[in-house]
């Protein structure tokens, strides 16, 4: 199994919405894409109410290496990971594959 977790840091107003509005968008939709996405086994994003951290987390899983390229490709995630772009001002990640 592999996981996928990112950390986004969100500009206070993008796209004409406050943050909040957007990271409630972004979970919408990397959340709705379990089950569209060949091997994406769990998605879910928390928003963050510790003013230390990052403001937005993605915690996934998917079946195989394959399965996280192919979502990085996936149609439905370009449409999302469009809309992050623009509305982000800061991001990590970490793959990590467990047995």
Known sequence: MIK??????????AEGNPKLTNALTIKK???SLV????????AEVGINFNPKGYDLCLYSEFTT???????Q??????????FVHK????RVVCDYEVE
Not at 66 to 71: H, I, K, T
Not at 76 to 81: A, F, L, Y
Not at 87 to 90: D, K, L, P
């Open 4 to 13: 996928h977790i990112v950390f986004w840091n969100l500009k206070d107003e």
């Open 29 to 31: 939709g990397l959340e």
């Open 35 to 42: 089950g569209v996405v060949d091997g994406l086994k769990k």
């Open 65 to 71: 290496k394959e399965a996280l390229e192919g979502y």
């Open 73 to 82: 490709q996936h149609p439905e995630h370009q449409k999302v990971r469009e």
């Open 87 to 90: 509305v982000i001002s800061e």
